[in-house]
């Protein structure tokens, strides 16, 4: 696997959560652990192949923590990492930014 080099920290940290789902999906598991039906509810418009890739991606760059809970029926649950969690304090200001803004931003003519 290529190694990525950035030019700085907003390009790294874009990287990361790029995307419409990600930092949803962050939102999503900012107070507890969840099942991947709860995430589905949670985050709407999102089908379920694109949560079940994003929740991989996530895991990968490790954002998101899978825990398997080997019981029948089978458990599994979501929840952030240290790493996840900071990055989710980081977003905190944007969602803040993106309240206050939101009039503004919806009435924004649209391709």
């Known amino acids: 696997m290529r190694k990525r080099t950035y030019s700085c920290g907003l390009d790294a940290a874009v ?26 509810r949670s985050v709407s418009g999102i089908s379920e192949k694109m949560l079940i890739q994003m929740l991989r ?26 790493f996840g969690q900071s990055l989710n304090t980081a977003l905190i200001p944007l969602g803040v930014w993106g309240e206050e803004n939101m009039r503004a931003i919806e009435a924004i003519p649209r391709d």
């Open 15 to 40: 990287d990361i959560v790029g995307g419409k789902w990600k930092a949803l999906i962050l939102w999503a598991l900012h107070h507890e652990p969840r099942r991947f039906g709860e995430l589905k």
């Open 57 to 82: 991606e996530m895991e990968a760059h490790g954002l998101v923590h899978r825990e398997v809970y080997h019981q029948v029926p089978p458990k599994v649950e979501y929840s952030l990492t240290e």
